[in-house]
């Protein structure tokens, strides 16, 4: 079992920068990918961005070259660099464990959502 623990989501003007932080606690077996997903207000959740166990991003096409994926095994704490924010950006945004358990059942884990706001 894993529980994360999201951190860093406010308010910003448009063009600013957030750091998102999801640290992981707990054990399991492994990680298939660790993704940001995020959800504005009648939208549906959709991926921002993803990092898989042997280090491969992807982003979704709308963040591409403004948001950074990373993550530091040591802290197991992923990480979601946003920069030249826009409106649009605006959301609650969830990070994601696609795991292994110690059962070898894949399992998702979800943070509990940081809102980012966007502001003119």
């Known amino acids: 079992q894993l529980q994360l623990a999201e951190s860093g989501g406010g308010l910003v003007q448009a063009g600013g920068s957030l750091r998102l932080s999801c640290a992981a606690s707990g054990s399991i077996y492994g990680i298939n990918a660790l993704n940001w997903y995020r959800q504005a207000p009648g939208k549906q959740r959709e991926l921002v961005a993803s990092i898989t166990n042997i280090g491969t991003t992807t982003y979704a096409d709308s963040v591409k070259g403004r948001f950074t994926i990373a993550r530091d095994n040591a802290k197991n704490t992923v990480y979601l660099q946003m920069t030249g924010l826009k409106i649009e950006d605006t959301a609650v945004y969830y990070c994601?464990?696609?795991?292994?358990?110690?059962?070898?059942?894949?399992?998702?884990?979800w943070g509990q959502g940081t809102q980012v706001t966007v502001s003119s």
């Open positions: 994601n464990f696609d795991a292994v358990t110690h059962s070898y059942i894949r399992e998702q884990y």
